[in-house]
């Protein structure tokens, strides 16, 4: 089936850094989604992407859609002890009846 | 407005009994999707419904487990005769008619199957 390639498993920061996340794949999508998800709920979207190369801006959150269409990248700028948590990237793949493909995810580590 | 409402959040079954879910979209939203998580894991797609229809159940395990989204009410995951690989976080997400590539979550069912 399709992958999402979300690495590494975990990233720990020093509060104010920023952090770069990234997710890859094999085949072409036509959404990107970034979630967040803290422990007992469930997640929650941060970024939509819709068009190859497109960069958008959610606050101190920056992502963009790869112009290959296969990979987008989730930027944290000067991050804070609430941004602990699981980021997810999930990709709509052409004609796929709208199911998400989710990727294993990143656990964020914010040391104060 | 009321985001995804998922009940129960917690729900204990023995091997061999039913489990259901619930879940009720958003107000306005009319696609309802069902997904399952593995401790350490992402979400894994189970089913796609709108009103009445199954849209893409090519996610959904061929026997035990089943989904309907009513007319009124619910949608509801239905898993038959549960067995302990079935313990899992199950969360249903829903989108707007017309903006079927942004889905919004609920909190999620916690099953434990003992």
């Known amino acids: 089936g399709q992958q999402l390639n979300q690495s590494p498993q975990s990233m720990f920061i020093q509060e104010g850094e920023d952090v770069s996340m990234n997710c890859t794949s094999s085949s072409i999508f036509n959404t990107w989604l970034w979630y967040k998800q803290d422990p007992g709920e469930g997640p929650v979207l941060l970024i939509a992407l819709y068009k190859a190369g497109e960069l958008t801006s959610n606050g101190r959150l920056t992502a963009q859609f790869g112009i290959t269409r296969k990979d987008s990248f989730l930027n944290i700028s000067a991050s804070i002890p609430s941004d602990v948590g699981i980021y997810f990237c999930a990709g709509q793949l052409t004609g796929a009846n709208s199911k998400l493909t989710f990727g294993k995810g990143i656990t964020l580590s914010v040391r104060p | 407005n009321a985001g995804v409402m998922q009940n129960p959040r917690h729900l204990v079954r023995r091997r061999g009994q039913e489990a259901r879910l619930r879940c009720s979209p958003m107000?306005?939203?009319?696609?309802v999707y069902w997904y399952r998580q593995l401790p350490e894991e992402g979400l894994k797609f189970m089913v796609y419904l709108q009103k009445e229809n199954i849209i893409d159940e090519s996610g959904m395990p061929k026997e035990r487990f089943s989904a309907e989204f009513p007319k009124e009410g619910p949608s509801i995951l239905r898993i038959q005769q549960v067995v302990r690989g079935d313990s899992a976080a199950y969360f249903c997400a829903s989108s707007p008619a017309g903006r079927v590539n942004i889905q919004y979550f609920g909190a999620g069912t916690r099953l434990s199957v003992l």
């Open positions: 107000k306005g939203h009319s696609h």
